[in-house]
């Protein structure tokens, strides 16, 4: 199954353009289409009908990234999780978690690696105990809690 806003379909050839929106949008995403349109030598409507395709078709999404702690969220942590049975079933059950936000399927020593966001310990032992582990098909999990974010960027580019 793919992820929301992701199409199981070919992949979407993009344009050197339409490239150059996503990276100016990376690069800050309140940029006004009127400051894109001139970086990129389209006017302010066209950038405009351009993003909302690119929205629309799952390439993209323009969201705001918060640090978790300054909103309270102190403990977050990778889980690497092993599972016998449908590994997609158990990712679309993980996925289902609110404080979940992130699920791959993954190759090597686990099926699926989860990052969590809680506001503590305390909140990380109940989510482990009663809720992942209480998945069907779950083996086992080995929790890598987060000491501390050193790098968090979404301005790769397209390459």
């Known amino acids: 199954m793919s992820a929301p806003g992701r199409p199981s379909a070919k992949p979407i050839t993009l344009d050197d ?3 150059a929106i996503i ?5 800050d995403g309140r940029r ?5 349109g001139k ?3 389209l006017s302010e409507a066209a950038v405009r009908q351009r993003v909302q395709k690119l929205t629309e078709s799952g390439v993209m999404q323009v969201v705001a990234v918060t640090d978790p702690m300054q909103l309270g969220f102190y403990r977050q942590a990778m889980i690497g999780i092993r599972v016998s049975g449908d590994t997609t079933i158990v990712a679309d059950e993980l996925g289902r978690l609110p ?3 992130y699920v791959v399927l993954t190759a090597g020593s686990f099926d699926l690696l989860v990052e969590v966001v809680c506001e503590n310990d ?3 032992i109940e989510l482990l105990n009663r809720r992942i582990r209480g998945i069907e098909g779950v083996q086992s999990t080995e929790t890598f809690v987060y000491l501390r974010l050193h790098k ?3 301005n790769w580019g397209t390459r």
Do not use: P
């Open 99 to 101: 404080a979940v936000d």
């Open 39 to 41: 970086a990129v030598g």
């Open 122 to 124: 305390d909140d990380l």
């Open 32 to 36: 006004s289409y009127a400051e894109i």
């Open 152 to 154: 968090q960027f979404y």
């Open 23 to 27: 990276e100016q949008l990376q690069e």
């Open 17 to 19: 353009v339409s490239k």
